[in-house]
């Protein structure tokens, strides 16, 4: 569930005497093939859906690309959903691993991989909160197909689907009939652009459509604006979905199953009073529209 994130490069110019020869000046260090990045969010959002209910989260990863274009990811955050949903842990640690190149000489690139979720000491989860008797494991994984255009000037578009090849999509299953979400898909649109001064702009929509329970299918769509202030990147994020939910502190999960009036995919409760069946309080749209403020650093 890693998000993208934005970083410059400074390249100085030194000018050498006019007697020095080309094969006597020092050859330029090689660019690392390792980069990390720490980031601290308002709000953790996983395809426009808080993975906290709300409140922040600290994030971090590593990455290595290799010249070939073969590259490895590993990064992590807090969370609370799994809790959420009756299960136990606060961790979510993603690895990721691909390859990435452009047709030729074109302006066109790909990129193919493989994206795993994982949610250490996890137990089982009960994301549709409605039989409890049942509970899922929300590890997932995901192949991921992208294609990428470039603009120019750092500018570029961007269309990216991911397929879940696990036998459940972070938990999800249909509490009518316990089919899996095998085989959920999420097709999305990005937009990345350069205004200049180290201001940036991002745009997204996606689609996200879970196995055997259409009711949690949504859309999702953010807008994004960062500014590069010297020793990080400081951004805002305006997230909205068409996620219908219904949310109060008289919320009863039980009383609502996919395809009723009434129900309620993104309606998630945190009390810790954990009855045997769902949380009794503390419900809260997880997908409704919000802000979130991110300080991200790159080195």
Known sequence: MRKTLIASAVIGVLSAPS?????????????????FNVAVVSDYLFRGVSQTHGKPALQGGVSYTHPSGFYANLWGSNITWVKDGLGSGSTEIDVSAGYKNTFGDSKLGYDVGYYTYNYPNHG???????????????NTQELYGALTYDLGNNNSLNVKYSYATSKYFIGWYNPNDLKDSKGSGYLEANGSF????????????????VAHLSDANYTDANVGVTKDVGFGVVGLLISTTDASSSCDDNHNAASFLPGQPGFSAYCWGNSSNVSPYYPTSGWKNVARTTAVLSFTKTF
């Open 194 to 209: 350069d205004l200049g001064d180290g201001w940036g702009l991002t745009a997204h929509v996606g689609h996200q459509t």
């Open 19 to 35: 007697f020095v020869l080309a094969e006597d000046a020092p050859a330029a260090a090689p660019a690392s093939p390792w980069s």
């Open 124 to 138: 089982s989860t009960n994301v549709a909160l409605t039989n409890a008797s049942f509970l899922a494991n929300p």
